[in-house]
């Protein structure tokens, strides 16, 4: 089992460059999210995936789209990427267990944007 | 959302238990208890819930107050790969999104 795999690890763009982050996850997991972490934060939610062909914005949803493409995989795209959109990204795939959430993280995608 | 307060960071021994405490005044009686920790340069990963009972499991134990309006995770015996962000969530049963705040930066001293 490989889990949550995302790509790429690492990124730089240009102000105004687009690119999408992928996420899959061979846990048979019907939800997905993805979340954003900023220097000595916490982590915050911008979409999250309840099931197939199902997406939700989270907590920081603004300059971003999302994908649910299939079960195994969920993509976060940025059409115009901005400075203040330099994070580390994280997918992550849950499944209900008895009315709670255990989640499953990647390991991160790091991007720059200059 | 519940709102949680815990310490900034923590420090301890290796080989020492560790206490880590959280206060989630505001909870739900619905709410469970959830901890996720951090290692460097990973993404989080689930150690421990509860809801009104105290839990055990391989990782950790988390003794919850009976007024469930504070938290505590005990590492038995701390060990340095336990140096990580540690953080506290009250999470509503059923819903799909997880709060994550700042947490606890806990140093384990060799």
């Known amino acids: 089992n490989a889990g949550v795999t995302q790509t790429p690890k690492f990124q730089v763009l240009k102000t105004g460059q687009s690119m999408t982050l992928q996420c899959a996850q061979d846990?048979?997991?019907?939800?997905m999210y993805w979340y954003r972490q900023d220097p000595g934060m916490g982590l915050r939610l911008i979409y999250y995936?309840?099931?197939?062909?199902?997406?939700d914005k989270g907590e920081v949803p603004n300059g971003y789209n999302v994908s649910r493409l299939n079960k195994r995989e969920f993509s976060l795209r940025l059409e115009s990427a901005a400075p203040s959109q330099t994070s580390v990204y994280f997918c992550?795939?849950?499944?209900?267990?008895?009315?709670?959430?255990?989640?499953?993280f990647g390991p991160g995608t790091r991007l720059t944007v200059t | 959302d519940a709102k949680t307060t815990q310490p900034n960071s923590m420090e301890s021994n290796e080989e020492e238990p560790v206490h880590l405490p959280c206060n989630h005044s505001?909870?739900?009686?619905?709410?469970?208890i959830h901890w996720y920790r951090q290692l460097p340069s990973q993404g989080p990963e689930y150690v421990i819930h509860?809801?009104?009972s105290n839990v055990n499991n391989r990782m950790a134990s988390l003794a919850i107050a009976e007024d469930r309006k504070s938290s505590t995770l005990i590492l038995h015996r701390a060990t340095l790969r336990d140096a990580a962000v540690y953080y506290c969530?009250?999470?509503?049963?059923?819903?799909?999104?997880?709060?994550f705040g700042k947490g606890m930066k806990l140093t384990v001293n060799p």
């Open positions: 992550a795939s849950s499944e209900a267990l008895a009315g709670y959430y255990e989640q499953y």
């Open positions: 846990m048979n997991h019907n939800s």
């Open positions: 995936s309840a099931s197939e062909g199902t997406t």
């Open positions: 505001t909870i739900s009686g619905t709410d469970y």
């Open positions: 509860g809801l009104t």
């Open positions: 969530i009250p999470h509503t049963g059923g819903s799909e999104k997880l709060v």
